[in-house]
């Protein structure tokens, strides 16, 4: 089957020679079986949750190099399919002592507190504390929370998302959608810059887009971080976390104020008041230095082999927790077995193509990467230090948490609007009788919370798509709703298992749109970039106006 995708019908673009004009030769027939036995192993619990550097991460990078060989891709890393990412991994101690103000706090029930520092204890005593609204410094919104306040020896007490959130018709931020001020690791990374002790961000679930479960189960046990130089570490908060939205009007409560009134009105205009009052944190600390691994597999391509695509999906999940009672897996197969198995399938059809005599002009790199799920810890490492340089790498396509809810009449592409790649997948989608629509909800931030963001800071397109808002018939529909009750309540929880009854049908369906979209780009000259007004548009710019 032969399917023309034309940019030039587009009215609005001013450069064909910018958009999809190539020919597909082919639509893929991914094998469905196949497919659901890699989501199936890989989330198996022989492979302990995936949490890096365990049994469960060697497990799965024997199970990834092997894979990707057998369909004959090469190691990208000088023949090994292994990246190395240095890593150190920070574990609290389950026994704290945290009085905020007066108030003792329950660790894990209450608050979650961990230290990235290389230190046996942590113990800090009468730190003021002080509310700085959304924590937020962005001169371009004129923004500063921070403005006028000497965070030195203080803990910065945090509302979660951004000012947009809470006044999405106020025209301030993006309204409704989150920008990355609004992320946690921002806040943090603000904090520190603003010279504080600590940082502690106020839990609210409809701003966060998770409940408190996800904070107990993603950030207590062993967090892991990148190694960094000593001023870097040094130069970060002494002590991070969250802090329940109930236990924090207490907090505020006591030192006669009321959260709810200052949050009204640090979403209106930059805020800080100190509490008057101060915070006591004692507990142990342990770091532990291993290497992780990004698995890279490349198909060279058989006329600009030095320009890449890259294809990511994250293959780590939250390992095991000793302190549960029960299933104490996480076993990870919807985030992100799923995905890991995803771009495992493009690429042997892929590597099948090239084998048949069509093999792609550019080069095609699958990165699956490690310590996603502690702050895209893999792919910020491959960013950094690319096995192939990020000015020769034309676009990134992401696969996290792949469709399990069967087939729909449109397409998601999280954060639209951002780049011209989007166009490639647009058109693909068209191909399917589907319309690329955005997310249903923008405010969770989902741009910024997967493995493309990495490549996105430094200018590179990147995607992260799939799925959709409509079931495309009434069986669909229902068959969504059924599922959706099955699975709720298990993003991060050890209830996000392998199960049979998953219609694969939707991601199939996903993935033939990104690899044809690929197939696209991979055969063409084109440079896709971001367009005007984005964060991104001045690191590699579009030519077209957004259409």
């Not at 550097?53 to 292994?82: P, V, W």
């Not at 294809?311 to 009672?325: Q, S, V, Y």
């Not at 699958?366 to 502690?374: I, L, M, P, R």
Request: charged content about 20%; glycine content about 8%.
């Amino acid at each position: 089957m032969r399917l023309l995708l034309s940019a030039c019908a587009l009215a609005t673009l001013s450069a064909c020679s910018q958009h999809p004009t190539q020919t597909i030769d082919s639509v893929p027939e991914f094998n469905e079986a196949r497919f659901r036995q890699d989501i199936q192993n890989l989330s198996s619990d022989k492979f302990e949750g995936r949490a890096p550097t365990t049994q469960g991460e060697t497990l799965t990078l024997d199970y990834l190099s092997k894979a990707f060989a057998a369909a004959g891709l090469e190691g990208a890393n000088g023949g090994s399919y292994l990246q190395a990412v240095p890593m150190v991994s920070y574990t609290a101690s389950e026994d704290q002592q945290i009085n905020l103000g007066g108030l003792t706090l329950n660790y894990r029930e209450d608050i979650v507190l961990s230290s990235r520092h290389d230190s046996q204890q942590i113990n800090i005593s009468n730190a003021p504390l002080v509310f700085v609204g959304y924590g937020v410094n962005a001169p371009e919104y004129d923004w500063n929370d921070y403005q006028g306040v000497d965070m030195t020896g203080k803990i910065a007490v945090i509302l979660v998302n951004d000012p947009g959130f809470a006044l999405p018709n106020s025209g301030k931020f993006n309204g409704k959608a989150m920008t990355y001020y609004g992320r946690w690791t921002y806040k943090y990374e603000e904090a520190s810059r603003q010279g504080a002790l600590g940082a502690i961000i106020v839990h609210d679930t409809k701003p966060a887009a998770y409940p408190w479960s996800v904070v107990q189960n993603s950030w207590t046990g062993p967090q892991q971080d990148l190694v960094v130089d000593k001023n870097s570490q040094e130069s970060r908060v002494q002590v991070e976390g969250w802090i329940t939205k109930e236990k924090a009007s207490e907090l505020f409560d006591k030192a006669g104020l009321s959260l709810a009134t200052l949050s009204d009105r640090a979403a209106s205009s930059p805020l800080n008041v100190a509490l008057e009052t101060t915070a006591n944190i004692a507990f142990a600390n342990k770091a532990e230095y291993a290497n992780s691994y990004n698995v890279v597999a490349t198909l060279p391509g058989d006329k600009a082999s030095d320009e890449h695509l890259l294809f990511t999906a994250h293959w780590d999940h939250l390992g095991i927790d000793p302190t549960k009672e029960g299933d104490q897996i996480f076993n990870g197969a919807l985030d992100n077995a799923s995905g890991t198995a995803g771009i495992l399938e493009i690429a042997r059809q892929f590597a099948t193509q090239a084998k048949n005599g069509s093999p792609l002009k550019r080069s095609i790199t699958f990165v699956a990467t490690t310590g996603e799920e502690q702050g895209l810890l893999g792919s910020r490492y491959y960013a950094e230090n690319p096995i192939y340089p990020l000015d020769n790498t034309v676009a990134v396509f992401n696969l996290d948490s792949t469709n399990i809810y069967g087939r729909t009449s449109d397409y998601t592409i999280v954060g639209k609007g951002k780049s011209e790649l989007e166009t490639y997948l647009s058109q693909a989608a068209s191909s399917q009788q589907r319309m690329a629509v955005s997310e249903n909800h923008p405010e969770s931030g989902g741009f910024f919370r997967s493995d493309h963001f990495s490549f996105a800071k430094y200018g590179v397109p990147a995607v992260f798509a799939g799925g959709g808002n409509e079931p495309a018939d009434e069986a669909s529909a229902k068959y969504k709703a059924d599922m959706k009750q099955k699975m709720n309540g298990c993003y991060h929880n050890v209830c996000d298992e392998y199960r049979a009854d998953w219609d694969l049908s939707g991601a199939l369906q996903d993935m033939s749109i990104y690899y044809q979209a690929a197939q696209t780009l991979a055969n063409s000259k084109d440079w896709p970039g971001y367009y005007p007004g984005t964060e991104f548009h001045h690191l590699r710019p579009a030519k077209t106006v957004q259409p």
